[in-house]
């Protein structure tokens, strides 16, 4: 698929991983669709539109079904299309399993599986009615390979990958393309905020001894995007970690 001109649907690209995937996007001639819970500012949006593109700010609930079809809808109505959908929005709400709250598991498979499910469903018909399309989800190594205190977490973003495989053998005879990438430890808000005996500690996972960087992620979902022979592949980018 030629990215240039399409039109590409990133939930949670209000900051992070997310706006490093749209800025990539916007930078390769993409129209973008700007997605958070709060109201997309004309500032913001203005980051992307500096690339000659069309940038659109909608905001919503993906855990709630309809919300997701509205958001959509209005992606559909002020660009004509959505071309290619992201699910890049999540949460974390950690703890051991031992004192984890019902509220705190469900929560979060709420947002990052069930979210992930609502946006895709919403996108699958016109996309298959187009025989063209490609959703990109944003899984976890831990997703792959389980974490101490985060099995809300892995268990949403396993969960991503079993739906990725799924749909993609569902979509694939409508040439529409559904692949994953399972992200490593990334820099961001989170981990700046880490203490260095943390750091060293994470570091001493990665046989590349350094933290990703968000527009890495990117690049590898903007490959994704591009790739028409690739479907129902998990892309790791964690810098060996489960090599």
Known sequence: MDIKNKNVFITGSTRGIGKAIAMQFAQAGSNVIINGRSAITDELLSEFTAHGVKAIGISGDISSSEDAKRMVAEATEGLGSVDILVNNAGITKDGLSLKMSEEDFESVLKINLTGAFNMTQAVLKPMTRAREGAIINISSVVGLMGNAGQANYAASKAGLIGLTKSIAREVAGRNVRVNAVAPGF??????????????????????????????????????????????????????????
């Open 186 to 243: 990334i820099d961001s808000d989170m981990t700046a905020e880490l203490s260095d005996k943390v750091k060293e500690m994470m570091l001493g996972q990665i046989p590349m001894k350094r933290f990703g960087s968000p527009e890495e992620v990117a690049t590898v979902v903007t490959f994704l995007a591009e790739q028409d022979y690739m479907t129902g592949q998990v892309l790791t980018i964690d810098g060996g970690m489960v090599m």
